[in-house]
């Protein structure tokens, strides 16, 4: 199979080292580091190495002005203020945060969905050994969330937990029609928008989300870089996850006194990495022009389910409002074999298995050994989509044994 290359394609994958000896099609569980965004890291740890908001020195005095400064672009970016936002090691961290830091009492009821990422569900359900009740909303064979379960079920629930977008299979979830229904009905609403955030914008203020969790690995940043957002309102819901050194405002022998959101959540070392990658990711997004680059896997996501859909005994599972991410399952072939088939002999990273959702993949889709998933990236061009297509159909031809 082929498709003959557009003269006005935009490529990125020269800008990414990384994915210049493979097809990596795996943008979902991971982003890849821009060349520009590796060297600041590593110039970072080269140069300086410090840590931030600890010493009167010149170094540390520069690093600590570097991540205020990356807390005010990385906020901007996502349409809310720096004291809006606080810094977690990942979005599965900051969800934890939320769950274990609101003031749930025994008989409280959270609502969660079928469409949900494990991250925002087994902190919820870890809450039933104290009594919680957890109830999960409906949704359909393509990973969209029932509205009108949801509506039916939030009544009454101190909680209202969904996702964004579908790690699955891409479907966008209508988040404002979601949260206006939980405010309606007095839940707080946490969003986990880990897939949504690096393929379209985020304008945090004007959702009316009370929290906000993203994984900034997968906006090409270091792993170790998550956010938790919190309207300004919501934030006296909540308390700290963990306590220590770099939160507190004052200790003495019998009590202490917590600096306020954010700073208040953040104790420890922060991963200084992490912060400053995803504000030069965030640069590099900027200085190409984020709907240029959001418009290029818009385009691939497309070229790929025209190309696919020739593929014999191939089937997609992606709506039609959707982030550049789909599940797809080949007659004859188990998701995982044929994960690794493609990877050992075409040189193909694709994830396999049910990603990290189940109650989807297993229990509404029906599919008890998963599937395999294919999702686009700035480094990804046409010429990914051919090869996974002619692989593919290739693989389709021949006889299997299971």
């Known amino acids: 199979m082929s498709s003959q290359k557009s003269s006005r394609e935009v490529v990125f994958k020269n800008q990414f080292p990384s994915a210049s000896e493979y097809h990596n099609l795996d943008a979902a569980a991971t982003g890849l580091l821009p060349e520009s965004v590796a060297a600041f890291v590593y110039d970072y740890h080269l140069k300086s ?61 959270v609502l969660c969905t079928m469409a949900d990422h494990h991250a925002n569900i087994l902190p919820w359900l870890d809450l039933k050994r104290r009594g919680i009740r957890v109830v999960f909303a409906m949704c359909d064979g393509l990973g969209r969330i029932d509205v009108a379960d949801f509506q039916d079920k939030v009544k009454g629930a101190k909680v209202a937990a969904f996702i964004a977008a579908s790690n699955v299979t891409g479907a966008i979830q209508p988040m404002r029609e979601l949260t206006k229904i939980s405010s309606e009905n007095g839940a707080i609403s946490v969003v986990d928008a880990a897939q949504l955030a690096p393929h379209q914008r985020i304008d945090f203020d004007s959702l009316g989300v009370d929290f906000m969790a993203i994984a900034g690995h997968k906006m090409m940043a ?35 006194e917590l600096l306020p959101f954010p700073e208040g959540f953040e104790s420890g070392t ?30 691939l996501n497309k070229q790929a389910r025209e190309i696919l859909s020739q593929v014999r005994g191939l089937r997609i599972y992606q709506p039609e409002n959707c982030t550049p991410t789909m599940s797809i399952e080949l007659s004859g072939w188990e998701p995982n074999k044929l994960a ?62 299971w």
């Open 49 to 109: 190495c410090v840590n931030a908001g600890r010493s009167a020195y010149r170094r540390s005095i520069e690093v600590t002005a570097m991540v205020d400064e990356a807390r005010e672009k990385i906020a901007s970016f996502l349409g809310t203020k720096k004291t809006n936002l606080a810094f977690a090691p990942g979005a599965t961290h900051a969800i934890n945060w939320i769950a274990k830091g609101l003031d749930l009492s025994a008989g409280d009821t």
């Open 270 to 299: 922060p991963s200084i990495e992490g912060i400053l990658s995803l504000w030069k990711a965030i640069e590099w997004l900027q200085e190409r022009g984020e709907e240029n680059v959001w418009r290029h896997e818009k385009t």
């Open 340 to 401: 690794v088939k493609l990877d050992r002999e075409y040189n193909i990273a694709i994830r396999s298995g049910h990603m990290c959702a189940l109650p989807l993949v297993r229990d509404t889709m029906g599919f008890p050994k998963g599937l395999c998933r294919i999702s686009f990236g700035p480094w990804n061009e046409e010429k990914d989509i051919v090869a996974i297509a002619n692989a593919l159909d290739k693989i389709s031809h021949e006889k299997t044994n």
């Open 222 to 256: 270091s792993k170790g870089s998550g956010l938790l957002l919190a309207r300004e309102s919501a934030q006296a819901f909540i308390g700290p996850l963990i306590v220590g050194g770099g939160s507190i405002k004052d200790v003495k022998t019998d009590s202490f």
